[in-house]
């Protein structure tokens, strides 16, 4: 069935360093991706998107591309601030007959320290 | 308006007793869900409403009961809980394009 593999965490990092988060899906087509950020306390909020290989979601200084030949869709941002502390999730799913159906990663903990 | 409005926030309930969840939207979604959130973990799919009927049941015990009065509410129904079933629970909403738009969460706390 499909999948969602996301980089285990915790991550910690130092306020202006580089993240990336490792994401990679199986699946027996091409689903949506998704990454979804969830501060403490709150629900998940939609971070990015992408529904086709190649696109590229960003948001908010995170991007994230969409690599067929990889399966992966890895999310990074150049420069992370203390309020991105959050757990991340990856998903991947949501068209057709499987509308609504994500498949989530298993989350990763970011902590930024100024 | 991109919100999903979910109450109470917070419920503390008895193995007897009977609650409800709620849970609202007015983006015209079509398609509701209900998720259980358990800490440090990711969601997982309770039930999917679609055009307001149920159209994925995930083997869920029958002390939780959906309903869906509209196309722009839906309710969990809960009765004799046991303290496993404490967890935040997440109600989300679809559009065609399959992205969920998630609520806030109620965290439930079961005695």
């Not at chain 1, 629900?43 to 960003?58: H, M």
């Amino acid at each position: 069935g499909d999948s969602v593999t996301q980089m285990e965490g915790p991550v910690t990092l130092s306020e202006e360093a580089f993240l990336t988060i490792n994401c990679t899906y199986t699946a027996t087509g091409y689903p949506s991706l998704f990454w979804y950020v969830q501060y403490p306390g709150e629900g998940l909020q939609l971070l990015l998107k992408a529904t086709k290989a190649d696109d590229k979601g960003s948001n908010k200084g995170f991007e994230a591309t969409y690599r067929k030949e990889t399966t992966s869709f890895h999310l990074e941002k150049g420069s992370v601030q203390v309020s991105d502390s959050a757990v991340y999730f990856c998903a991947g799913g949501g068209r057709g007959s499987t509308l609504g159906r994500l498949y989530f990663g298993r989350g990763t903990q970011l902590t930024v320290w100024p | 308006d991109t919100e999903v409005t979910q109450t109470p926030k917070h419920l503390v309930m008895g193995m007897t007793n009977k609650k409800s969840l709620k849970c609202e939207q007015h983006m015209g979604h079509r398609a509701m869900y209900w998720y259980k959130q358990k800490a440090k973990k990711p969601p997982e799919l309770m039930f999917v409403y679609s055009y307001e009927k149920l159209s994925i049941n995930e083997s869920v015990p029958s002390r939780f009961s959906p309903e869906c009065p509209n196309s722009s509410l839906l309710n969990l129904h809960l009765h004799a809980l046991q303290p496993e079933d404490s967890a935040l629970y997440l109600c989300a909403s679809a559009p065609y394009t399959g992205e969920l738009f998630f609520g806030e969460g109620s965290r439930l706390t079961v005695l």
